[in-house]
């Protein structure tokens, strides 16, 4: 592991790192934000899952996180969106291919060899911070935006007992039923659409329930609510399966970092679930 960049924040470290990925077979990179804290004790390490076309840098240079991470003590990791290279396969449109991972494992040609971000996220670029980081794995939650909102919801769904707590910014939770949705899973996953249940979160909030409420904001003035979003799909699962859920919809604002940079604190903090708009339980 090398590291590429490194900056004093807020008392902390921010520091970015490049590695040879064993799962994915390129060179990727991702951020950690360390707070002043790991200088005496293991921290909380909260995952952030950026979304379509960014990289580390999107969410650490306009997030506006490190301030309540330091004062929290909490660890943030921001991995890269998809494996990058010369080598990787890549297509031209910018929801597809590098930029375009979709936290997901591909089985299909040409990015099956590449395509494997699930894995990355869950496995390998775990295994790098607890190496070489004062990270607590004990204690880990993850959030995201956008395509890494459904990385989010996807793989805590997934992996269920893994997180302490999942939250996500304007997310994508019914990838099988919207344009963005459809075009990377007809690509990654073929045409079955059997196989795309395994990575949806209305789907797979049927089978799996989490004990933890799950928290989305999502502004109401976002450009691609109605025809990408469509967060009320997600509401309805998880009326219908008994998952505690925390929607709050906030009138003006857009899907852009100015948005999310306002509510940053409460998805970094743990106490973040109190619904200002409106709020769904589910017992």
Avoid at 105 to 128: C, F, G, N, R
Avoid at 172 to 200: C, M, N, T
Avoid at 223 to 238: D, I, M
Avoid at 267 to 276: D, G, I, L
Wanted: aromatic share 10%; charged share 25%; proline share 6%.
């Amino acid at each position: 592991m090398e590291t590429v960049s490194d900056w004093v924040t807020f008392g902390g470290d921010l520091s970015v790192h490049e590695h040879e990925s064993e799962i994915l077979g390129c060179n990727m990179r991702f951020a950690v934000f360390d707070p002043p804290q790991t200088d005496e004790e293991p921290v909380p390490v909260l995952w952030y899952l950026s979304g379509l076309t960014c990289t580390w840098a999107n969410v650490m240079e306009k997030g506006g996180l490190q301030r309540k991470a330091a004062e929290l003590g909490v660890m943030i990791v921001a991995p890269d969106t998809s494996p990058r290279g010369d080598d990787v396969a890549d297509d031209e449109a910018y929801d597809l291919g590098q930029g375009a991972g979709f936290y997901l494992t591909a089985t299909q040609e040409p990015w099956a060899k590449h395509y494997k971000m699930d894995q990355y996220v869950m496995e390998e670029l775990p295994s790098i911070i607890r190496s070489n980081f004062a990270a607590d794995m004990r204690r880990q939650s993850i959030f995201g935006h956008s395509m890494g909102g459904h990385g989010a919801l996807v793989l805590a769904l997934r992996n269920p007992g893994h997180f302490r707590s999942v939250s996500a910014f304007s997310p994508i939770v019914a990838p099988s039923q919207v344009p963005w949705g459809e075009k990377a899973f007809s690509a990654y996953l073929g045409d079955g659409r059997e196989a795309w249940k395994e990575w949806d979160a209305c789907e797979l909030v049927k089978k799996t329930q989490l004990d933890t409420t799950i928290l989305i904001d999502q502004g109401e003035d976002d450009q691609f609510l109605e025809e990408q979003l469509k967060p009320g799909l997600f509401e309805e699962a998880c009326r219908e399966a008994g998952q505690p859920l925390a929607i709050r919809l906030r009138p003006g604002y857009d899907h852009s970092y100015y948005f999310i940079s306002t509510f940053m604190d409460d998805h970094t903090t743990p106490r973040r679930f109190t619904a200002e708009r409106r709020e769904i339980r589910h017992k």
